[in-house]
Nanobody, 121 residues
Framework: QVQLVESGGGLVQAGGSLRLSCAAS????????MGWYRQAPGKQRELVAR???????NYADSVKGRFTISRDNAKNTVYLQMNSLKPEDTAVYYC??????WGPGTLSEYWGQGTQVTVSS
């Protein structure tokens, strides 16, 4: 089993910055892809950014140039640096991790508990 602990959400004014963190813990796994999704009220959950084990990244068009995803493999942690925040970035942000479980040799997906990001205008 893999546990994910998120931190870093909060309230910020438009134009401000926040940094989200998500640390994975557990045993007998290797992390494949790490990413962040968000869900605003009344909307579907959407991909914000994703980073592979090799460091390749992809971003939603709406956050390109403003958000940066990174990971620290030694700490099993993924970060999302969010700059130039806009009110439309307001949502619950969820960490997502895909791991290779050594025992069964299968890929499994895990989600964090979510952290609220609110951007005031």
């Amino acid at each position: 089993q893999v546990q994910l602990v998120e931190s870093g959400g909060g309230l910020v004014q438009a134009g401000g910055s926040l940094r989200l963190s998500c640390a994975a813990s557990g045993s007998s796994f290797s992390i494949n892809t790490m990413g962040w999704y968000r869900q605003a009220p009344g909307k579907q959950r959407e991909l914000v950014a994703r980073i592979t084990s090799g460091g390749s990244t992809n971003y939603a068009d709406s956050v390109k140039g403003r958000f940066t995803i990174s990971r620290d493999n030694a700490k099993n942690t993924v970060y999302l640096q969010m700059n130039s925040l806009k009110p439309e970035d307001t949502a619950v942000y969820y960490c997502n991790v895909v791991v290779l479980r050594w025992g069964p040799g299968t890929l499994s997906e895990y989600w964090g508990q979510g952290t609220q990001v609110t951007v005031s205008s």
